[in-house]
């Protein structure tokens, strides 16, 4: 299995002002923040890497979501959370990767630090997150998106609501289209795609079935009958939909192996192939392989 879509849980790469609004998004009181300094203090990936081993998840990517210019500075710099990342992939023995992230506001900063990860090993794409302030058609991400279209760098945005502090997408998805009319080989995936947004991702993916992915993350806060209707979304589009756990957030809403479970029970061999592992190996690096 792979899973496309987890975040280290070290509070020193956070920024202070997203961990606020987890928070308040689930009851800002004692209880909740006790949880999130427990659950925000696997500095080396040590608990990731066991529940992986508990729920049969061979690789995980680690996404790096840049909340910095929008929501306030961590306590390492964007250079240092890149390092820390690129440290803590290369002593999992493969079993870790992860994806630089890229605010735009940063101006030039920006591009050269996705520029110099993306050609470290263990860093395999770039995070965007747009409610930070930005579409994706923006101008100012016509440099990323050339520099990942040349090098076959593989992108990750977020799509669907996010924090109430943070902004809404306003030409999304012609946002997107626009991207990959202008970037035809470009391979994207819509982060919690299939989650948010099941019609209007199924829509899109359809539209293009080349380079265009969803994953499934945030499902863990679906209902029985919800987690069906998406895994019947997935079967329209079964070659591109990527499994993600949204790790360390999944440990605030129950058991994940019984979500795991849950959806191998309703899909058929081949479905689970794709969406646990080969789908994954297609948007990251253009094969099977």
């Known amino acids: 299995m792979i899973d496309i879509h987890v975040h280290l849980a070290d509070a020193r790469c956070v920024s202070p002002g997203f961990v606020m609004g987890i928070a308040e998004s689930i009851g800002d009181d004692d209880r909740v923040r006790r949880a999130l300094r427990l659950y925000l203090s696997d500095r080396d990936g040590k608990r990731l890497l066991s529940q992986m081993d508990t729920y049969g998840i061979t690789k995980s990517v680690l996404l790096i979501a840049d909340f910095g210019p929008a929501l306030g500075e961590p306590s390492l710099s964007i250079e240092e959370v890149h390092q820390h990342h690129a440290a803590v992939t290369e002593a999992s023995g493969g079993r870790l990767a992860f994806f630089a992230g890229f605010d735009p506001s940063r101006g030039r900063t920006a591009l050269d630090i996705v520029k110099r990860w993306t050609a470290v090993p263990g860093c395999e794409g770039v995070k965007l997150y747009p409610p930070c302030g930005f579409e994706l058609d923006d101008e100012r991400l016509l440099p990323l998106w050339q520099h990942c279209n040349d090098n ?34 470009l391979r994207v995936a819509l982060a919690h795609g299939m989650v948010w947004d099941l019609e209007g991702t199924v829509r899109l993916l359809l539209a293009h079935p080349a380079n265009l992915y969803a994953d499934i993350s945030s499902f863990h806060q679906l209902s029985g009958l919800e987690t069906e209707l998406m895994l019947e979304g997935c079967a329209k589009v079964p070659d591109q939909v990527l499994f993600g756990s949204d790790a360390p957030l999944f440990d605030l809403s129950g058991n ?13 061999p081949a479905q689970q192939a794709g969406l646990f592992e080969l789908n994954a190996r297609r948007f990251l690096y253009g094969t099977n392989a």
């Open 152 to 185: 076959s760098i593989p992108v990750l945005t977020h799509s669907g609501p996010s924090l109430p502090g943070l902004g809404s997408a306003q030409r999304y998805p012609h946002s997107l289209e626009e991207v990959l009319r202008r970037f035809p080989d």
């Open 256 to 268: 994940l192996g019984a979500k795991i479970d849950e959806m191998r029970e309703r899909l058929t």
